[in-house]
């Protein structure tokens, strides 16, 4: 059956801030999580993503908040490939999946080590509490299993790591205000809960996120994102390791192209200002983002 044309430009926004650039990441070395705007929308029972996203890491913040850049004849790098499913079984109720796998390499003086990588799998259930023709507030669950290939051993030390190495599950809650004609605006706040392994468990993750979307024509959304995510103290058996929390914040803009009602396109890029202050005992990095979504 043929949408209207207001859902249709609720897909249209849907889809770019799907596509808006992943801002906050659930450990500073692992991949991108996903956005956590919704992935279909009311009126719509399935969607698709695949996208492909290439990342060069560019300098690290110590415990002070100093940042540092990356020596020179040093590189790391990844070329991460990411699929995401949506099912609605009922209009205000989602239930999405996301994995992926990338290839990863180190270049040191002397050293160097290529590989291809797992990526965790994440799973989430998405209820929109709020479905107001203007505001959308919208509750979910989101548990990650530790299906990727996590770093390990001197070289890797965290660097061109894929999986976080442990379960987490992260409730939230998104919100948003909504014009069909013009764009959207909101901000969302998850929590990462971490199991623990082989006596280590990393420090539960906070991540706060502003967003908006603004449609420059009928077809072509633009899309800018900031978020903060922070880690707190990690522990070595039962007890804080004392100086290992984490800060980075983080920022985007994309655009998206609707070529047509059920297929969106989109090219977006994120970066980790590395400027004294912005973050803390973390990686910053620059990563460029092309994905394309169907919806029905």
């Known amino acids: 059956m043929p949408r209207s044309g207001g859902s249709g430009c609720r897909s249209a926004l849907a889809a770019a801030l799907l596509l808006a650039p992943a801002t906050g990441d659930a450990c500073p070395c692992g991949p991108g999580a996903a956005p956590v705007s919704t992935v279909t929308v009311p009126g719509e029972r399935f969607a698709a993503r695949a996208s492909i996203t290439g990342l060069v890491e560019t300098a690290t913040w110590d415990e002070r908040g100093v940042a540092r850049p990356a020596p ?20 205000l109720f989602e239930l999405s999946l996301q994995g992926g796998f990338g290839a990863a390499w180190v270049e040191l003086p002397g050293v160097s080590s290529r590989d291809l990588r797992m990526g965790d799998l994440s799973a989430r259930a998405r209820w929109e509490v709020i479905d107001a023709p203007s505001w959308r507030v919208a509750g979910f669950l989101t548990a990650r299993a530790p299906t990727g290939d996590a770093a390990a051993g001197a070289l890797a030390n965290g660097v061109p790591s894929l999986g976080l190495g442990v379960w987490e599950v992260a409730p939230g809650v998104e919100a948003s205000y909504r014009d069909d004609d013009r764009g959207a605006v909101g901000a969302s706040f998850d929590a990462g809960l971490r199991t623990g392994r082989d006596g280590w468990r990393p420090g539960t993750r906070l991540t706060a996120t502003v967003f908006g979307a603004w449609r420059a024509t009928e077809r072509l959304t633009l899309t800018a994102s900031a978020s903060n995510t922070w880690e707190l103290e990690s522990a070595r058996d039962d007890r804080p390791v004392a100086g290992s929390s984490t800060r980075r914040l983080t920022a985007g803009a994309g655009v998206t192209w609707r070529a047509r009602d059920a297929l969106a396109l989109s090219l977006g890029a994120a970066l980790d200002p590395w400027v004294d202050g912005l973050g803390s005992n973390a990686i910053a990095s620059v990563r460029t983002t092309l994905g394309v979504t169907w919806a029905r």
């Open 72 to 91: 020179a004849g040093a590189t790391s790098a990844r070329l991460l490939f990411e699929l995401a499913g949506a099912w609605r079984p009922w209009r």
